[in-house]
């Protein structure tokens, strides 16, 4: 277990609820001052996109922040670099497609994280049944792979996906892209509680969730919540690291008015 899930888990058994926040890198010349600024405002993890010209499942504001990223010359071993100085002081998770890690090749890719310091990896369009060898080489180079379990995943599929996730278990909250939501709805929380009956790896609700109440609804049923496009949104805004870190400060805020007294 590597710091990553070490490090929910122990906030977790001690009453608190999670949050772990998302950025685009290179969405903005300061995109490493707004990550820091999420850690001071109480983020647990925090996770950066590599920017990718042809996404999956990411919605109109983050293909934006990718887009930018990308003209202005961003690449996944630029992303990289600049992690590995950036000495945030709290577990850092890439999220990006296959083919970049592909790309790269599945133990270059590897290496190249886990010497950068960086703890996990989150890659939505790689299947468990398919990620045996990245698996294999993330492990030896101390990365924990994040599995993503949908609402429609039949019970024994995820079952065995989330007992296979490390770090957390990534429970989307609903079907579609990435995106504010005005409501996060009944299938996010649904999804954690099934996940909760069949591990102890934390559970925490992404997709559509944007808002303190949204993350007090979740986190109601789940460990926390994964917030991203709502952070994205306000840096393609310019509201730069005071703006940023103000927000994640009102969801850290939110999330600690549910810790029970004296935890």
Not at 26 to 41: M, N
Not at 158 to 166: G, K, P, V, W
Request: hydrophobic share 45%.
């Amino acid at each position: 277990m590597s710091c990553l899930e070490a490090r929910l888990r122990e906030r977790r058994d001690l009453g608190a609820k999670l949050l772990v926040c998302y950025l685009t890198a290179g969405a903005s010349p300061d995109w490493l001052e707004v990550a820091r600024a999420v850690v001071q405002a109480g983020a647990d993890a925090i996770e950066i996109g590599i920017p990718f010209s042809d996404p999956m499942m990411d919605g109109p504001v983050i293909q934006e922040a990718s887009r930018r990223a990308l003209l202005a010359g961003f690449t996944p071993l630029s992303v990289i670099a600049e992690l590995s100085s950036a000495d945030l002081g709290i577990p850092v998770v890439v999220m990006s497609y296959y083919n970049i890690f592909f790309k790269a090749g599945l133990e270059r890719m590897a290496d190249q994280l886990g010497q950068a310091g960086i703890e996990g990896a989150i890659i939505p369009d790689l299947p468990i049944d398919e990620a045996g060898n990245w698996r294999q080489v993330a492990s030896q180079a101390g990365i924990e792979t994040v599995f993503l379990v949908a609402p429609p995943t039949p019970v024994s599929r995820m079952t065995e996906i989330a007992r296979a996730s490390q770090g957390f278990v990534y429970c989307v909250g609903l079907m579609g892209v990435t995106g504010e939501r005005l409501g996060t709805g009944a299938r996010g929380m649904d999804v954690a509680a099934r996940v909760k009956a069949v591990t102890d790896t934390p559970a925490l609700v992404g997709i559509g969730v944007s808002s303190p109440e949204q993350v007090v609804e979740v986190a109601g049923v789940a460990d926390g919540a994964v917030v991203g496009s709502a952070l994205v949104r306000r840096v393609l805004d310019g509201e730069g690291p005071t703006g940023v870190g103000r927000f994640v400060a009102e969801l850290r805020s939110a999330l600690d008015a549910m810790q029970p007294a004296g935890a």
